[in-house]
């Protein structure tokens, strides 16, 4: 997750706030380390475990860091900024249950899970947020794991507009039923630490059969 960041210049929009964030050289936010990433890790090696999940694919695999938790047979990342994708590639180029592709319009891999995590709040832009729920859904076969605020409420930094996603779901995507929502165990209260606390949640859907 993302809430402090440094937005030194104007803001353009999503896919080119995320790819100038990495050329800068910065990280995926602190979602991505610490506590957080650990009960994340958590959740999905269990489900992925239970559910005898084969193939996984990640629509926002940003620094790699939260992979190096992951335990996972085998994994396709995806991300809008080239940075992401070739820092991911160095650090698992060993790791042959690992490949990471671009999304620039080309043909996503299908596999049985597809997940989401603290990507839709930085979804601002309507086309763009529409594009990735059809995504996300089409190519996963059996599940999708989805880590985000599920709430309409703007927000105090152009990179962040939360979303009832639950609400496009049941409108646009009638094969999928919610199998668990699963609450934070770090909750974000009024004077948290923003940086071990999140407003994002686990919503784990299942494909009707």
Not at 92 to 109: A, C, M, N, R, V
Not at 167 to 185: G, K, V, Y
């Amino acid at each position: 997750m993302a809430r402090k960041l440094a937005a030194k210049e104007a803001f353009h929009g999503s896919r080119d706030y995320w790819a100038n964030r990495y050329d800068s050289g910065n990280n995926s936010g602190a979602g991505s380390y610490g506590k957080l990433a650990e009960f994340k890790a958590e959740v999905i090696n269990k489900f992925v475990a239970e559910h005898d999940v084969k193939t996984l694919v990640e629509f926002g695999c940003g620094d790699g860091n939260q992979l190096g938790l992951a335990a996972y047979p085998h994994y396709i990342g995806l991300d809008v900024a080239p940075r992401s994708i070739e820092i991911c590639k160095k650090m698992y180029q060993d790791d042959s249950t690992k490949e990471f592709h671009l999304l620039d319009g080309s043909p996503i891999p299908s596999a049985e899970l597809g997940m989401s995590l603290d990507v839709i709040y930085h979804l601002v832009e309507d086309q763009v947020y529409e594009q990735y729920m059809r995504d996300l859904f089409d190519v996963s076969s059996r599940f999708v794991i989805v880590y985000s605020s599920n709430k309409d409420e703007k927000a105090p930094v152009e990179w962040v507009r939360h979303r009832k996603f639950t609400t496009w779901i049941e409108q646009h995507q009638p094969d999928w039923t919610l199998l668990e929502h699963i609450p934070n165990r770090y909750p974000e209260t009024p004077g948290s630490d923003q940086d071990n606390t999140s407003f994002a949640d686990f919503y784990i859907f299942e494909k009707r059969s």
